[in-house]
C-alpha cells in the first residue's frame, strides 16, 4: 500500500511538471508569435511609407560650403527658418505640399542636419528629391 501512494505522488508531481512545462512552453511560444505578428505589422506599415519621387536636382560638394548656400547659387529657392534651422519650402517653383516634400541626400542617404547646417566636402553628391508620401 506504501508503494501505491508513492506510486501515486510521483505520477501526480510528474503531471503537475508536465503541466507547468506545457503552460510555460505555451506562453514563450504565445509571446513569440506575437513578436513575429507585430514585426510583419511594422514591416508592412515601412513598405507602405515609400516616397514617390517627382523631382531631382543634383550637384557635387565643394569643400566647406552649406548644401543650401550651393543650391540658392543655381536655382530659386524659398526657405524658413526655425529653431532647429532652415526648411526649404521650395525650389524653382515646386513648393511642399500636405504630401510632398523636398528632402536632400548626401551620397545617398538622408542628410542627418538641416540643410544651411551641412558643409560639404569635394566629391560629395548631394542631391534634392521632391517626394510625395502616399
Known amino acids: 500500500m506504501n508503494n501505491e501512494k508513492s506510486w501515486g505522488l510521483g505520477n501526480f508531481i510528474a503531471i503537475v511538471v508536465l503541466a507547468a512545462i506545457l503552460i510555460l512552453g505555451g506562453s514563450i511560444l504565445g509571446n513569440w508569435n506575437s513578436k513575429k505578428q507585430a514585426d510583419k505589422q511594422v514591416a508592412g506599415i515601412e513598405n507602405q511609407i515609400k516616397p514617390v519621387v517627382k523631382k531631382v536636382i543634383s550637384y557635387d560638394g565643394q569643400n566647406d560650403k552649406t548644401v543650401l548656400d550651393l543650391l540658392k547659387q543655381t536655382h530659386e529657392v524659398k526657405s524658413e527658418s526655425s529653431s532647429v534651422g532652415v526648411f526649404v519650402t521650395s525650389?524653382?517653383?515646386?513648393?511642399?505640399?500636405?504630401?510632398?516634400?523636398?528632402?536632400?541626400?548626401v551620397d545617398n542617404q538622408l542628410a542627418p542636419v538641416g540643410p544651411d547646417q551641412y558643409k560639404t566636402k569635394d566629391g560629395e553628391k548631394i542631391e534634392w528629391r521632391y517626394e510625395q508620401f502616399q
Not at 525650389?91 to 541626400?105: A, K, L, R, T, V
Open 91 to 105: 525650389i524653382d517653383g515646386s513648393e511642399n505640399q500636405s504630401d510632398s516634400f523636398w528632402m536632400f541626400y
